[in-house]
């Protein structure tokens, strides 16, 4: 069974004059039992500084270099001259590729000449000067690349990518999306389709190991890489691995769903999040590892698990962090309707088990549907609850303890022009944009009502695909915080239930359709020295109760809706399901 592996290095760096572009190399080892995919982000922008031409003076090429060189090598190897890691280029593609190393004057330019050859590894490595200065016009275009993939045996697999301006093999690079999303929707690029096909093919029975997909960010050697996904607080930004998860999904669906050679291709898209559940804090330098499988098919629809995992530096061990269920729905594009995927075959323990909870995740959707607000009346208790707020509100000897929030208080609105950069595989708005757009403006919210620290994402629940958004489309971004809750074992300490609904409009047509509903759930609880800082100052209001009190029978049933999320995440937080059996047959 050959297993993806897809190993992340090394992010594009740009800096005020130079554009750094990493690589893609695979690498085929017929010995292994896996096919490892290294991959560098391979974006390349083309808007530095509004110049037309990258210049290169006292510049050196060093052709040839092994991937697993990296820029931290070449710089080792020049550390004595005049130059940072900024200034070294690196181009790769195939398991063989070439760096150019910029010197900040004449003098460590002729030493490097001199040197004529770089030893690494026990290897030697031609050093050339770079005589034509213009050598990347990028203008208004950004660099195409053109692989030479051919199967010849004299090339020995190591082809290098021709890079050129008019290349005649033309190649979508999506430049506002990460490594790993970039590299999976290139994979899914190169099916064939065949115009005249007017049937569906026959479907097949695949097993879960067939599309099982791995992914390692490796966080803990590449910093470039790293600050790519840190947020301005030194955290792991929540919202980029939101859109690799996405990515991810999608993915393994594609596997799943699709067949080689049969000329169809089916369009896959995120019907509805049932469930993404941080298990313990991201430490931003261990490595990542995403882990995406098919769990349960139906007609036309799939759920894929992703785990990911951090790496403990001391125990070497692959620590489950992070757990995220997803539904997928395969489409026809010609008939613009959904179309049967490939059957899945369960045969280990494991399989049929991840098989039987995705069974019963699927009924719970159900379920929740058919006891929405929107359909039935609140339950007793439900009710109890809304009586006690108007209590509240009529009573304001009810509030001595509380620091009330009104719920409208709490709205922030936000608003997106769709633009061609933010386009999926499929033409639409990429729908791990949407997820970290609607990530951001939560938490922007909640931080602004529980400042007292920065909240901490815990879940991300009930997630509705409901309408495309289109390129050109005006995005518009709603984030309230419907339901707060102390939690009794912590001093001042909140689950707080962020609802983020998106709103839909064709500035041609003005209609305003809702598209996508969010709904995260965070953890707010005040620092040490917030806590000191209050004691000493004995401020009441920091003291009291934060409580947001819905004012309208609309928000009252908002606010419920919050408070069964939060619920079920509590009730959740107790069961690991998949992770009590880690280890999984694959």
């Known amino acids: 069974m050959l297993k993806n592996i897809i190993k992340v290095s090394n992010h594009n760096i740009k800096t005020n004059n130079l554009l750094f572009k990493s690589y893609f190399s695979t690498n085929n080892n017929a010995s292994s039992p896996c096919n490892n995919i290294n991959i560098n982000n391979n974006n390349i922008n083309n808007n530095i500084n509004n110049n037309n031409n990258i210049f290169f003076e006292n510049t050196i090429e060093i052709k040839n270099l092994p991937s697993n060189i990296t820029t931290k090598d070449i710089w080792n190897e020049f550390k004595h001259s005049n130059i940072s890691p900024n200034n070294i280029k690196s181009i ?155 990515a991810l999904a999608a993915h393994v669906s594609f596997k799943h769903a699709e067949n080689e050679g049969d000329g169809f291709k089916k369009i896959i898209v995120t019907a509805s999040v049932d469930k993404i559940r941080l298990l313990r804090p991201l430490i931003p330098d ?13 007609n036309t629809s799939m759920e894929i698990m992703i785990k990911v995992r951090s790496k403990n530096p001391e125990t070497l061990i692959w620590e489950p962090v992070l757990v995220a269920y997803f539904s997928m729905v395969a489409r026809d594009p010609l008939l613009n309707k959904s179309t049967p995927v490939n059957h899945l075959a369960v045969k280990s323990i494991q399989e049929k088990k991840l098989f039987d909870e995705a069974k019963k995740h699927k009924q719970i959707r159900l379920n929740n549907q058919q006891i929405s607000l929107e359909k039935t009346v609140p339950n007793p208790s439900e009710l109890q609850t809304i009586h006690h707020f108007f209590q509240i509100a009529k009573q304001p000897q009810f509030t001595d303890d509380l620091h009330l929030i009104p719920m409208k208080s709490t709205v922030i609105h936000s608003v997106i022009l769709c633009q061609p950069q933010e386009k999926n595989i499929n033409g639409s708005i990429f729908g791990g944009y949407l997820m970290r757009q609607g990530f951001q403006i939560a938490y922007s919210c909640v931080s602004l009502k529980f400042n007292e620290s920065l909240p901490r994402f815990i879940a991300m629940d009930d997630i509705s695909f409901l309408l495309p958004v289109e390129i050109g489309d005006i995005l518009s971004l709603e984030s309230m915080i419907v339901y707060s809750c102390p939690i009794q074992s912590q001093t001042k300490a909140y689950y707080a239930q962020v609802e983020v609904k998106a709103y839909v409009t064709n500035p041609l047509i003005g209609e305003k359709k809702l598209s996508n509903i969010f709904n995260f759930t965070f953890l707010c609880s005040p620092s040490k020295k917030a806590l000191q800082d209050d004691n000493a100052t004995n401020n009441n209001i920091a003291t009291k109760t934060k409580q947001i009190l819905p004012q309208t029978y609309e928000e009252a049933m908002i606010f419920l809706s919050g408070k069964r999320i939060v619920d079920r995440q509590i009730e959740s937080s107790k069961d690991n399901e998949s992770w009590l059996d880690d280890q999984i047959d694959i």
């Open 92 to 246: 790769f593609d195939g398991e063989n590729g070439f760096f150019y190393v910029s010197f900040q004057n004449s003098n460590d330019y002729s030493k490097a000449l001199k040197k004529s050859i770089l030893r690494i590894e026990n290897q030697a490595y031609p050093i050339l000067p770079i005589i034509n200065n213009n050598l990347f016009s990028l203008g208004n275009n950004s660099i195409n690349i053109r692989n030479n993939n051919n199967n010849n045996n004299n090339n020995n697999g190591n082809s290098i990518n021709t890079i050129t301006q008019e290349s005649q093999e033309q190649k979508i690079s999506y430049l506002n999306r990460t490594a790993v999303t970039d590299h999976l929707w290139r994979a899914r690029e190169n099916k064939k389709i065949d115009p005249n096909l007017k049937t569906v093919p026959t479907l097949v029975t695949k097993t879960p190991s067939d599309s099982y997909t791995e992914v390692d960010l490796l966080f803990s050697s590449d910093l470039a890489l790293r600050e790519m996904y840190l947020s301005p607080f030194g955290h792991l930004r929540m919202g980029r691995l939101l859109e690799d998860l996405d």
């Open 286 to 298: 261990r490595d990542l590892k995403l882990e995406g499988r098919v769990t349960w098919v139906g």
